[in-house]
């Protein structure tokens, strides 16, 4: 039986690693994640899990011996000033199955592991879902070297927390495992509208993320007429203004500009450079949604006589989640009393990782109230307990 009164006084113990008030901020290869995953891992080891870290500082905690394992698990860190539950809550209610199983001594044929997934979030370094794409083999090429603000690398910041510095050398081979399971917070309000606490995820977005640089001529502002310049900001806005036509037109598609930099920027000089991040997500056709948006900045660049420069800094694909292991965790949320719908992932998943390489995935959504990445997130402890129930039954059916 999951225990609602461990499970919340977990999840408080847990939010005070990083945390102020409702807030927590618990940066990915930080030492408050690792104090979160060295608390997560003494939880684990008292159950009598084998608890072991690796190169790019993900931590596992295994039960059972040899063969195929079940992993199943989140993320620890968060972003700057977010909340107590994204990515969290899928390690807590992880940690509160497997305690349910062990004290209900259920026999399982497979070994089961509970993975505590190292910066997923990329708010340090730029770089999301970096433990699981590590241990998939998925991580960029020099990715080590990528520097936080304050101008420590990736190597360097594993190092402080005791590893070698080469986080590819996390990498396993995903024959090991049976299938991967992650619960996570719903971070948009559908559950929460339709009133019910779970969902199952069918698929999650494609996303696309890069920086643009727009180069045109700085001039003053008084002396230089309309027809004179090479506005970049105003190229830019023009460009801006397609992202967001373009993916209305779009179905299941958005695209976002949340960054944008003017250089030199002052107020009596036409702008000479403007530089801007983009986000495009797209639950299908993915690939024409960015096609579609870098072919519209090219053309406004051409006719305002600037040049755009596309930096790709992230490409994941549309990943559809295992069919067999949705129909596991639809049975699974049925047996907590649960008619939990299929929902597509609007947010990247560590579970992209696994699925991507062939692992057999699934997730299971608990409703927030508030959202995601805010201290405003908000997951009850009931929901809570019904999601790690279901997880239970999961890992009870795929284990034994
Ligand atoms: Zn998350």
Same mark, same amino acid.
């Given at each position: ?17 990083? /945390? ?16 979160? !995953?060295?608390? =997560?891992?003494?939880? +684990? ?21 040899? *063969? ?10 968060? #972003?700057?000033?977010? /909340? ?16 349910? +199983?062990?004290?209900?001594?259920? !026999?399982?044929?497979?070994? =089961? ?7 997923? @979030?990329?708010?340090?370094?730029? #770089? ?13 090429? *020099? ?18 927390? &005791? ?12 024959? @090991? ?28 977005? *494609? ?9 045109? !001529? ?6 230089? #007429? ?42 009596? =000089?036409?702008?000479? @450079?403007?530089?801007? $991040?983009?986000?495009? !997500? ?14 519209? #900045?090219? $053309? ?69 109230? &508030? ?30």
């Amino acid at each position: 039986m999951i225990d609602q009164k461990r499970l919340l006084r977990r999840t408080t113990e847990l939010a005070q690693i990083g /945390g102020s008030g409702a807030a927590v901020s618990r940066l990915g290869l930080s030492a408050d994640e690792q104090r979160a !995953r060295d608390l =997560v891992g003494t939880w +684990l080891s008292a159950k009598g899990a084998q608890v072991r870290r690796d190169a790019a500082a993900n931590l596992f905690a295994r039960f059972g011996g040899e *063969g195929e394992a079940i992993l199943v698990g989140s993320h620890l860190d968060s #972003v700057p000033e977010g /909340g107590r539950f994204d990515g969290a809550l899928g390690v807590l209610c992880a940690v509160e199955a497997l305690e349910s +199983l062990v004290d209900a001594e259920v !026999r399982l044929r497979r070994p =089961v592991e509970v993975v505590a997934w190292a910066d997923e @979030e990329g708010a340090r370094f730029g #770089v999301g879902l970096f433990g699981s794409a590590a241990s998939f083999g998925r991580l960029a090429p *020099g990715v080590a070297d990528r520097r936080d603000r304050d101008g420590v690398s990736i190597a360097e910041a594993l190092r402080a927390l &005791g590893e070698r510095g080469d986080p590819a050398a996390a990498r396993r081979d995903p024959a @090991e495992l049976a299938a991967y399971l992650e619960l996570h917070i719903e971070q948009g309000p559908r559950l929460d509208g339709a009133g019910l606490p779970l969902g199952i995820v069918s698929d999650i977005v *494609g996303i696309y993320h890069a920086r643009v640089t727009i180069r045109g !001529r700085a001039d003053h502002a008084g002396a230089t #007429v309309m027809t004179a310049r090479a506005d970049a900001l105003a190229a830019a806005s023009e460009m801006v203004l397609a992202v967001e036509r373009i993916a209305r037109g779009r179905a299941d598609s958005v695209g976002t500009v949340g960054e944008i930099a003017v250089r030199p920027g002052a107020k009596n =000089v036409v702008p000479g @450079e403007a530089v801007f $991040s983009l986000d495009l !997500r797209a639950a299908r056709d993915h690939d024409g949604l960015v096609r579609e948006v870098l072919d519209g #900045v090219t $053309s406004v660049a051409s006719s305002r006589g600037v040049t755009a420069t596309i930096d790709e800094l992230a490409r994941v694909p549309v990943t559809s989640l295992d069919p067999k292991i949705r129909e596991v965790l639809k049975r699974a949320t049925k047996s907590v009393g649960v008619e939990a719908p299929e929902l597509v992932s609007g947010a990247g998943h560590d579970a992209q990782n696994p699925a991507l390489s062939g692992v057999r995935t699934g997730m299971i959504f608990v409703r927030s109230t &508030g959202g995601s990445h805010t201290p405003r997130e908000f997951a009850s402890v009931e929901d809570a307990a019904l999601g790690a129930q279901a997880l239970a039954n999961a890992i009870r059916e795929l284990a034994s």
